[in-house]
T-cell receptor, first 112, second 107 residues
Framework: DAGITQSPRHKVTETGTPVTLRCHQT?????MYWYRQDPGHGLRLIHY???????DKGEVSDGYSVSRSKTEDFLLTLESATSSQTSVYFC???????????FGQGTRLTVV | RKEVEQDPGPFNVPEGATVAFNCTYS??????FFWYRQDCRKEPKLLMS???SGNEDGRFTAQLNRASQYISLLIRDSKLSDSATYLC????????FGAGTILRVKS
């Protein structure tokens, strides 16, 4: 299995609090992605990164920010969590854009 | 309209049955295509890539029709362990996922 770990795996937080999810990879892949998965919508891209300090928005980026200061770490921050951000969050890595993606095990986030 | 459309199912089939899933995509610039499998509460994993000439991996056959913007997955001799959600994925420099088709294989 690809070396991708997400932390935390589960989190319950209150509306209005900031939350940071971490994705750590040991594959030295340049390309990293954050997705959220909700029933009926499949996986939707939040943000992605093509390298250190090189990030861009996906289709559902409102309310989220990311940072990538090292190749191995890609952080997703919910600046002020809302109930609509209750979801399962997956981090993924690829060798090239659009190549086979390897996913972390996911973070189940509940905003109450 | 979603960029990648799949029948959500569920498809309930007996063991040994043949089942087919279809997927349509709207962006003709899509470059490559995949089927992923996702087990309940787990991460998606690549099942197979889809090539224009069609490709087969054991009991699984994938077909691509670029003219109709249509992808299919055929599973022969279904096993209980095939029960999962199957995600159709297209690449246009980023991976775009369908919402998935649920398959339940019953004994």
């Amino acid at each position: 299995d690809a070396g991708i770990t997400q932390s935390p795996r589960h989190k319950v937080t209150e509306t209005g609090t900031p939350v940071t999810l971490r994705c750590h990879q040991t594959e030295n892949h340049r390309y990293m992605y954050w997705y959220r998965q909700d029933p009926g919508h499949g996986l939707r891209l939040i943000h992605y990164s093509y390298g250190v300090k090189d990030t861009d928005k996906g289709e559902v980026s409102d309310g989220y920010s990311v940072s990538r200061s090292k190749t191995e770490d890609f952080l997703l921050t919910l600046e002020s969590a809302t109930s609509s951000q209750t979801s399962v969050y997956f981090c993924a890595i690829t060798v090239t854009p659009g190549a086979e993606a390897f996913f972390g095990q996911g973070t189940r986030l509940t905003v109450v | 309209r979603k960029e990648v459309e799949q029948d959500p199912g569920p498809f309930n089939v007996p063991e040994g049955a043949t089942v087919a899933f279809n997927c349509t995509y709207s962006n003709s610039a899509s470059q490559s295509f995949f089927w992923y499998r996702q087990d309940c509460r787990k991460e998606p994993k690549l099942l197979m890539s889809v090539y224009s000439s069609g490709n087969e991996d054991g009991r699984f056959t994938a077909q691509l029709n670029r003219a109709s913007q249509y992808i299919s997955l055929l599973i022969r001799d279904s096993k209980l362990s095939d029960s999962a959600t199957y995600l159709c994925v297209v690449n246009r420099n980023k991976l775009v996922f369908g919402a998935g088709t649920i398959l339940r294989v019953k004994s």
